[in-house]
Antibody, heavy 118, light 108 residues
Framework: QVQLVQSGAEVKKPGASVKVSCKAS????????MHWVRQAPGQGLEWMGW????????NYAQKFQGRVTMTRDTSISTAYMELSRLRSDDTAVYYC???????????WGQGTLVTVSS | SYVLTQPPSVSVAPGQTARITCGGN??????VHWYQQKPGQAPVLVVY???DRPSGIPERFSGSNSGNTATLTISRVEAGDEADYYC???????????FGGGTKLTVL
């Protein structure tokens, strides 16, 4: 069965960077795009972008252009999302989500809480 | 950028029908997906391509999409349906994913 297991919670200071990992299992990692979505406390879902694990190609939401980098390591079936120049309003749960039927986000990781605080 | 508008909250009594709307400019020309999210959990896909259900999702969940409004309908609402619901589309013009602001469904 498809499983996405994310790295643990992080606490960062403003201006720092964070890198969240998403380890995939139960399917061919390079066969499906991986998306990243975040959710600030008490707020809605916000799409951040995707990575094509096969080619490494990426597409980022305009809001995060220049601050986000999505990468992957196919040897260990793991996708990464790095967000730089962190601000307090980047405090959120960050999810990886794998594409399923019709381009939907059919499989989700458990989420990683990133707290940005001085 | 493309904007999806949902009502912040919808309330319904058990056994009744809940309808959650998602408004967007000519949304009828797009495929709309719906996600359910319970507190402390990751979202779960409940309807895709306007009206299809993933395996394991009860037939009580259905969807429609026309004009400027897509609708998620939950029939015979149960206490376990209480959750936040999000609509989502892909904006092909910008190749960006877009979520609605979410609707909190309260079962009275």
């Amino acid at each position: 069965q498809v499983q996405l297991v994310q790295s643990g919670a992080e606490v960062k200071k403003p201006g720092a960077s964070v890198k969240v990992s998403c380890k995939a299992s139960g399917y061919t990692f390079t066969g499906y795009y991986m998306h990243w979505v975040r959710q600030a406390p008490g707020q809605g879902l916000e799409w951040m972008g995707w990575i094509n694990p096969n080619s490494g190609g990426t597409n980022y939401a305009q809001k995060f252009q220049g601050r986000v980098t999505m990468t992957r390591d196919t040897s260990i079936s793991t996708a990464y999302m790095e967000l730089s120049r962190l601000r307090s309003d980047d405090t959120a749960v960050y999810y990886c989500a794998r594409v399923a039927a019709a381009g939907t986000l059919g499989y989700w990781g458990q989420g990683t809480l990133v707290t940005v605080s001085s | 950028s493309y904007v999806l508008t949902q009502p912040p909250s919808v309330s319904v009594a058990p056994g009744q029908t809940a309808r959650i709307t998602c408004g967007g400019n000519n949304i009828g020309s797009k495929s709309v997906h719906w996600y359910q999210q319970k507190p402390g959990q990751a979202p779960v896909l409940v309807v895709y391509d306007d009206s299809d259900r993933p395996s394991g999702i009860p037939e009580r969940f259905s969807g429609s999409n026309s004009g400027n409004t897509a609708t998620l309908t939950i029939s015979r609402v149960e206490a376990g349906d209480e959750a936040d619901y999000y609509c989502q589309v892909w904006d092909s013009s910008s190749d960006q994913g877009v979520f609605g602001g979410g609707t909190k469904l309260t079962v009275l």
